[in-house]
């Protein structure tokens, strides 16, 4: 294995890293390259729910003692099932069961969650000594034996047969790759996450809850959160939740939403303020050092877009298919890809021409799919418009 050149990875985020176990399982030498300097430079976001296809997927890459750490790791929630309610007066407005989409067969038919973090230390596990931190991947170029990845230093990586581009919503392999064809726009909507003890959500009980506030002209506001039971009782436990808004509603100074801790918790205590006893503690309780906001984004809504197949150079995950958090599909869809090219080059024993080209045809499908139904849902939601002609882009 030492004398084979590695598959090149940027980006450390969950796709990334469970691609780099696939490749670790497979025998397959890589290497992962990200900008942070470490797992908790920056905050890591909202916990993600995860849909059967997204278990499935997971499963099949990791080994059977990492899958049951995961597993135990992840949340099991059943209780009301998804329970809507107006933030204002208490009273519930909705009841229905958790989406299709998102009921796990694994599961029970209960929702299955797990906290960004935590799939990421998770998925990294293992495949440590392959991690490079503070390595911005800003291109690329390819060779006549493969390719290099670009550092926004000015340096390059080491010369591997494929390169992978999983660093998000900016990445430069991506725009590099397509040509410009992919693209992220801002939805103009935003949000901010909290997190609270466990005791602050008491009034909710177990279940996956919306708290929906309409009564803005602007817009409304609506939190999403989860309370699961096994940690419902135990004081050490933090519960978190997201908040989101129609454009215009949640505004960050400066319109900088690069801002974390008391100010971006400031503008979700302002926006809660008149809401019911049963949910304020969430909000007065909160530990402000975690709250952050964030940018409410969506790759193109017709689909993942097609160009030039470079044998040498592909994405994956919000790098070719962000979406909004309407649906809770994103990350669902992100593993999927790595499934999906970890065994493309698993059968193939490493790298061999024809496999980026194999894995964007069948990628091109499902995410295409998932994109149309997250955005189709926000704007609902969110009351978003994207034109792919005229709207900003990120």
């Not at 670790?24 to 990200?34: D, N, T």
């Not at 909705?94 to 998770?122: F, Y």
């Amino acid at each position: 294995m030492t004398d084979r050149k590695p598959i090149l990875i940027a980006g450390a985020g969950i796709a990334s890293l469970l691609l780099a176990q696939s490749l670790r399982l497979s025998g397959i030498p890589y290497r992962v390259f990200e900008r942070d300097a470490s797992f908790v430079f920056r905050a890591q976001g909202y916990r993600l729910r995860l849909s059967s296809e997204g278990l499935d997927a997971i499963q099949a890459v990791l080994d059977p003692e990492t899958w049951q750490r995961f597993w135990g790791t992840c949340g099991k929630t059943g209780g009301l099932g998804f329970a809507s309610f107006n933030a204002v007066t208490g009273e519930q407005i909705e009841h229905h069961l958790v989406p299709p989409a998102l009921v796990s067969r694994q599961g029970g038919g209960k929702t299955i969650g797990i906290s960004r973090g935590d799939m990421r230390r998770i998925f990294a596990q293992g495949c440590e000594d392959n991690i490079e931190w503070g390595k911005h991947v800003t291109g690329y170029e390819v060779t006549e034996d493969g390719v290099q990845a670009i550092f926004a230093d000015g340096t390059r990586s080491v010369e591997g047969p494929l390169l992978v581009g999983g660093e998000g919503i900016y990445s430069k392999v991506a725009k590099q790759l397509s040509e410009g064809k992919l693209k992220v726009y801002d939805t103009g909507a935003r949000g901010t996450h909290g997190q609270a003890p466990s005791a602050s959500f008491k009034g909710l009980g177990e279940g996956v809850f919306r708290l929906l506030d309409d009564t803005r002209p602007e817009g409304s506001v609506f939190v999403i959160t989860n309370v699961r039971p096994e940690e419902m009782d135990d004081p050490s436990v933090s519960f978190g939740w997201t908040m989101g808004g129609h454009p215009g509603v949640i505004r960050a100074p400066n319109d900088d939403y690069t801002i974390v801790g008391r100010t971006a918790a400031d503008i979700a205590r302002s926006l809660t303020q008149k809401w019911h006893p049963r949910f304020r503690p969430l909000f007065e309780d909160m530990n402000e050092s975690e709250a952050a906001f964030w940018k409410i984004t969506c790759s193109t809504p017709s689909g993942v877009p097609d160009w030039p197949n470079q044998p040498r150079v592909t994405v994956i995950g919000d790098s070719v298919h962000s979406m909004t958090p309407a649906g809770g599909i994103g990350a669902n869809t992100a593993v999927r890809d790595s499934a999906l090219l970890g065994r493309l080059l698993r059968e193939d024993g490493g790298y061999k021409a024809g496999v980026t080209e194999r894995y964007e045809k069948e990628m091109r499908i499902y995410a295409s799919e998932a994109v149309r139904e997250s955005y189709s849902t926000a704007v609902k939601q969110f009351g978003i418009v994207i034109d792919e002609e005229t709207s900003l882009t990120v």
